[in-house]
């Protein structure tokens, strides 16, 4: 025993000193937080935010240029400001804000965005900048039909997804059917339509389509939790961000700057100096022009992609034809809006951080592929064989004699396919809206939140698409012409 107790006596001032000499991180050790030292180094602060939800956040015509306005976008500008960084918009689908947070690709959603149980579980909110009540919405001819939350047995109430105004259909308007839709002018439209007959918004929101579209009133109905508290959400562990945010917030509410900020929202949402083609002509035009280069870079690498597919799926090695049946079958067998989030949001999770564009047009390319590869292969199956044994036998590669006498033929019979694919992908680009690509979708909901009109900036957007895809069908019917008679 007093051997112990003599080891013990001469071992411990060492292990004191030892551990003195550690990096031992204790309760009041410096916070780091590599969010916010990463904006700093930056020099830029980027903030997402889903620009159809006026006054919020909503595309408008400042010094005849397209600008995202918004006392949101007053806020982010305020945060920037005291950071004494430059402000970056993100535009994004609401339903893509969170993904976009959490692999980096934002550093604060600012979207009118409540703190709930289930965010919180992945995110972090600041202090609230702002309480809404929130309220119901129904046609004019229906006001004395709804009264409480009682009166809702069987109906459906729009709501927009992953929002509190969801959850409260569900809680508190006893029976209704909630149908959940992405975007607020899309719900408007389904109320106008009677295809729901009630819309839960928040107050903001809701009074200026109310102001905007004679034949919709509020409702009498009032809810037990209608107030909801409006804050940012970032990434979890960045304590001095949050620090930072929260005395913006501050700042912002000890100065009643806010109200300076929806004053001056307010303003350029009635701005009607100008029809809707002079207005909003521009967002088509653009939104155009994304569309079309989006399913050329789609087909072109997509066409490159499915000939190397059809080749390997043709091999005589077991390991190729393997592969390319795995892609193949993957691909087709799941949806186009699986692989964008893939795409974009995985390539964030493994370091890489594609634009929106770019990761559109990766994810189109890569989809394209897929079918093309069984159109490539389709057309050189259909070229007969002997003309393949015909070219080995005047001394001809196997290479040599794809390249110069069977792809020629093939490719004859599959341009028609080919030119489908292609009238395919322009339509099936207008997903890629949903991680903030500006095509054609995309730009007519940011028309939908700017002018209120939830109707006619699709109906522009359908004329448009049918330009687009009956112009390239009667040009490649001309190719197919041509090549035909030159055989």
């Known amino acids: 025993m007093k051997t112990w107790k003599k080891f013990f006596t001469l071992i411990l001032p060492v292990l004191i000193v030892v ?60 945060i920037a400001d005291d ?12 339903d893509a804000l969170l993904g976009a947070l959490k692999t980096g690709k934002i550093d604060l959603i600012i979207s009118g965005m409540a703190p709930t149980v289930e965010r919180l579980k992945e995110v972090d909110f600041s202090t609230a900048y702002m309480d809404v009540q929130q309220r119901v919405i129904v046609r004019k001819e229906d006001q004395d039909t709804f009264k409480t939350t009682d009166d809702f047995e069987g109906i459906k109430v729009g709501v927009q997804k992953q929002s509190t105004q969801e959850e409260l259909a569900k809680n508190e308007l006893t029976g209704s059917i909630p149908t959940s839709l992405q975007k607020v002018p899309d719900i408007i439209m389904n109320l106008k339509n009677k295809k729901v007959d009630a819309v839960i918004l928040e107050g903001p929101v809701a009074e200026a389509y109310v102001d905007r579209n004679d034949d919709l009133v509020f409702a009498d109905v009032e809810f037990v939790e209608g107030e909801k508290q409006t804050a940012i959400a970032m990434a979890k562990n960045t304590p001095i961000l949050k620090e930072r945010v929260n005395a913006s917030i501050q700042t912002i509410k000890d100065n009643n700057l806010l109200d300076g900020y929806k004053k001056d929202a307010a303003a350029l949402m009635f701005e009607d100096n100008e029809n809707f083609i002079q207005k909003y002509g521009r967002f088509y035009l653009n939104g155009a022009g994304y569309t079309i280069f989006l399913a050329f870079i789609g087909v072109l690498f997509g066409g490159i992609l499915g000939g190397i597919l059809a080749l390997m799926k043709l091999s005589k090695s077991k390991i190729l034809r393997a592969l390319a049946i795995i892609y193949i079958e993957y691909v087709r067998g799941t949806p186009l809006l699986v692989q964008i989030f893939i795409v974009y949001f995985g390539t964030g999770v493994l370091g890489l951080d594609l634009s929106k564009l770019a990761a559109g047009c990766i994810a189109l390319s890569l989809n394209s592929g897929a079918y093309v590869a069984e159109i490539v292969r389709a057309g050189i199956n259909a070229v007969n064989k ?3 044994e015909a070219a080995r036998s005047l001394g001809m590669t196997q290479p040599q004699a794809m390249r110069y006498i069977i792809l020629p033929q093939a490719i004859k019979n599959i341009l028609p396919a080919l030119g489908n694919e292609f009238v395919t992908v322009i339509k099936e680009s207008s997903v ?7 095509e054609l979708i995309f730009q007519a909901g940011n028309v939908q939140g700017a002018s209120f009109k939830p109707f006619l900036p699709y109906l522009v957007v359908s004329l448009i698409y049918f330009v687009l895809t009956f112009t390239i069908s009667r040009l490649l019917g001309v190719a197919e012409r041509r090549m035909s008679t030159s055989d």
């Open 19 to 78: 551990l003195s000499l550690l990096p031992i991180k204790t309760a009041f050790a410096e916070e780091t937080d590599a969010v916010y030292d990463k904006i700093m180094d930056r020099g830029e602060l980027i903030v997402g935010l889903s620009a159809d939800y006026a006054p919020y956040e909503f595309h408008a015509n400042v010094d005849g240029k397209d600008t995202i306005v918004g006392f949101d976008v007053a806020i982010a500008q305020k």
């Open 83 to 94: 950071l004494g960084v430059d402000l970056k918009i993100e535009e994004l689908g609401f």
């Open 386 to 388: 002997g003309q393949l």
């Open 432 to 438: 890629v809206s949903v991680i903030g690509v500006s």
